[in-house]
């Protein structure tokens, strides 16, 4: 049996200790079931914490580029709709052009027919200029590329040509004054027609490749997020399962260790028992 002593108590005193120890045990485990998270500070583990929090800068950094690769998804997409548009007017400019070609129209029919034409004309300007979403647009003559982030550097860009669809530009021939008034304007405008059509058709075309890389660099970035959010998880996440049980077993504990330290305090006063 060993000594006792109403001064000090060593047996209540490591009880205490134990019990302390069992509490703050418990704590962090309420703490990891209530965050969700094993490292929710820098205090419970600094190294892991670092990792977690650049990794997480990486993940918002790539909402970022997100947000870029579907803004610039969505001016490509604008700009070829309005390209195919204009395609469809050249096909019909084609036939416009085509029959009043023939010479043996009449005056009245090549004026109704010069007249679908010039419509069908003015209407590919108006299609230009719709064809723009949220201030880009591919399609204008003099327009800037679109230049979508492609990583978190800022550096990498990921860039669609700008394709100018305008009269007279670089790839519609033909001019604002183009008419098939006549016979000869007729065959003039044919050709002028048909080398735009050739020429639409490859810029729609570039348009359609530049938007599909946009679409797959956008599928690259959504896993690569997934991938650094899941590998945040990993190594900061608690196992709500474990910790689950965990808190039983403390808990348990705990009741112990109170009765551990009301025995213990009951030591000294068994000395009073020697004086009776």
């Given at each position: ?16 200790q134990?019990?302390?120890?069992s509490?703050?045990e ?35 950094a790539?909402?970022?580029v ?12 604008v ?9 469809d ?14 010479a ?14 010039v ?32 990583d978190e550097?800022?550096k ?7 394709q100018?669809l ?30 735009s059509?050739?020429n639409?058709?490859?810029?729609l ?5 530049g ?17 650094i959010?899941?590998?945040i ?8 399962a ?6 039983q077993?403390?808990q348990?504990k ?8 009301s ?13 009776r």
């Open positions: 049996m060993g000594v006792q002593s109403i001064n000090t108590n060593v047996s209540a005193m490591l009880a205490l134990y019990l302390n120890a509490q703050a418990l704590r962090s485990a309420e703490q990891r079931i209530a965050t969700g998270q094993k490292v929710a500070t820098a205090k419970d583990n600094g190294a892991i914490f670092a990792i977690a929090t650049t990794q997480r800068a990486s993940s918002r790539l909402d970022a997100r947000e870029s690769l579907q803004r610039s998804q969505s001016v490509v997409d700009s070829a709709a309005s390209g195919e548009i204009i395609s007017l050249l096909i019909q400019m084609k036939e416009k052009a085509l029959a009043a070609a023939d043996q129209l009449n005056t009245s029919s090549r004026a109704a027919m010069n007249a679908d034409f419509a069908l004309r003015d209407q590919i300007t108006k299609a230009v200029n719709n064809g723009g979403f949220n201030g880009a647009n591919l399609i204008k003559a003099g327009a800037p590329d679109v230049a979508a982030l492609a550097s800022g990498s860009l990921l860039t669609v040509q700008a100018d305008s009269l007279n530009g670089g790839n519609v021939t033909v001019t604002a004054t183009t008419s098939v008034s006549t016979v000869t304007l007729a065959a003039a405008a044919l050709t002028l027609v048909n080398a059509l050739q639409v058709s490859l810029a075309a570039r348009l359609g490749t938007g599909r890389a946009l679409s797959t660099h956008l599928v690259f970035v959504n896993k690569l997020q997934d991938a959010d899941a590998g998880g990993n190594i900061v996440d608690a196992d709500l474990k910790e689950s049980a965990r808190i077993a403390l348990t705990q009741q112990l260790g109170f009765q551990a330290l025995i213990a305090n009951q030591g000294p006063a068994q000395l009073m028992s020697l004086f």
